[in-house]
């Protein structure tokens, strides 16, 4: 079974000061991995994810995530937090693309404030 | 549309009452997955669809809960007998099934919000 565990539900930065999320994570197999937004009364949005190559993968909005598999994590950073980065974040893993489907399994968000 | 569209954006409802929560996913997206956001939750998986088919149900949480999907578009979430508990976002999902165009993604859309009083 795979599981994802976000380090802190909430997180507060300051206006140009960068934006550390923490995401760990299990799985049996080689993962997929997806970094999630959502903005207030939104749906989820893909920010980046890594599948297989290269280990640092870039984003929308100037995020990025390295994918550690010695430490099975999948942090995601932004050197400098924008008032509109203010939204909740959600780290995913899934099996790949199987047949029975890209089923994710979500971490349980952590949430950026961000302070001006 | 050009993307996931979800009714009733928001439903109240009385407990003990049934719920329809309808998802329609993007044109050509054979697979449909619907998840549950509670407040200070994450998203709960729910069930999957191939086609018409439930591959993976395995995420409804009671016998309450069904759902179904009709000509491989179209699906609908059914809640009867609602109890505060049930009380969430519906968030439905879709993707496609081939290996050209499946790239392990899930696109999603706005959810529906359901509060049982």
């Known amino acids: 079974a795979q599981s994802v565990t976000q380090l802190g539900s909430h997180v507060s930065v300051s206006e140009g000061a960068l934006v550390l999320l923490r995401c760990n994570y299990s799985s049996s197999v080689p993962p997929y991995l997806f970094w999630y937004v959502q903005y207030p009364n939104q749906g989820l949005q893909l920010l980046l994810k890594y599948t297989t190559g290269a280990t640092l993968v870039k984003g929308i909005n100037g995020f990025e995530a390295e994918f550690k598999k010695s430490e099975t994590s999948f942090h995601l950073t932004k050197p400098s937090a924008h008032m509109s980065d203010a939204a909740e974040y959600f780290c995913?893993?899934?099996?790949?693309?199987?047949?029975?489907?890209?089923?994710?399994?979500f971490g349980g968000g952590t949430r950026v404030l961000v302070k001006p | 549309g050009a993307g996931v569209s979800q009714s009733p954006s928001n439903k109240v409802t009385e407990k003990g009452k049934d719920v329809e929560l309808r998802c329609d996913p993007i044109?050509?997206?054979?697979?449909l997955y619907w998840y549950r956001q509670s407040l200070g939750q994450g998203l709960e998986f729910l069930i999957y669809?191939?086609?018409?088919?439930?591959?993976?149900k395995s995420g409804l949480p009671s016998d309450r809960f069904s759902a179904e999907r009709t000509g491989g578009s179209v699906s609908t979430l059914t809640i009867q007998r609602t109890q505060q508990e049930d009380s969430a976002v519906y968030l439905c999902?879709?993707?496609?099934?081939?290996?050209?165009?499946?790239?392990?993604?899930?696109?999603f859309g706005e959810g529906s919000r359901l509060t049982v009083l």
């Open positions: 669809f191939q086609g018409n088919s439930a591959p993976d």
């Open positions: 995913a893993v899934s099996e790949g693309i199987k047949a029975a489907g890209n089923k994710l399994t």
């Open positions: 044109s050509g997206h054979t697979a």
């Open positions: 999902a879709s993707s496609p099934s081939d290996r050209v165009y499946n790239t392990g993604e899930l696109f």
